[in-house]
């Protein structure tokens, strides 16, 4: 089973941040979390991912609350080509571990015009 | 950025026959590579795992002599639909770790069934 819960649905505002929440609240110390998207009929597409500080990439920020327990993905300036699914993933590090990646349902974001 | 490939992104067959669905790492090697299924407005089922020179690993209540996975190479997954029947239409989507680099799991474009 996923170990996280994210709310089923989002809409956003083009242009503007969107915020995609996410409770982890059973992550383990060696976990680290991951977010995709999935663009309709495509494979999903990996964001970023940290372990405890917050990281950013060309693409998002991520938050990590201190306890770990939760995490905020940040779209800073959505457009409509971000309308997708997203998925918060917590795994060991995919570099070492070749663990499964268990998908829950994930979030549908909706950037709206 | 390191690429997964699959072949064929859609395919349309009558129930009974056989389909072959390759997966293939382009500029990477990768020892295991994972096969999911995803109907309409559902989430990524994971089916298996596919190991390189050995046998799969599948997922409670997938059926391994109906989906038949073969990992011949480092860069190579196949995953084989056999008599294939209307229930089986799905989106079927290969992944691969890239373990030499930054550990990111990239996944295929994704291969559409449609079981007539």
Sequence with gaps: ?113 | GAVVSQHPSWVICKSGTSVKIECRSLDFQATTMFWYRQFPKQSLMLMATSNEGSKATYEQGVEKDKFLINHASLTLSTLTVTSAHPEDSSFYICSASDSSNTGELFFGEGSRLTVL
């Design chain 1, 1 to 113: 089973d996923a170990k996280t819960t994210q709310p089923p649905s989002m809409d956003c505002a083009e242009g503007r941040a969107a915020n995609l929440p996410c409770n982890h609240s059973t992550i383990s110390g060696n976990e680290y979390v991951y977010w995709y998207r999935q663009i309709h009929s495509q494979g999903p597409q990996y964001i970023i991912h940290g372990l405890k500080n917050n990281e950013t990439n060309e693409m998002a920020s991520l938050i990590i609350t201190e306890d770990r327990k939760s995490s905020t993905l940040i779209l800073p300036h959505a457009t409509l080509r971000d309308t997708a699914v997203y998925y918060c993933i917590v795994n060991r590090d995919l570099k070492t571990s070749y663990d499964k990646v268990i998908f829950g349902p994930g979030t549908s974001l909706s950037v709206i015009p």
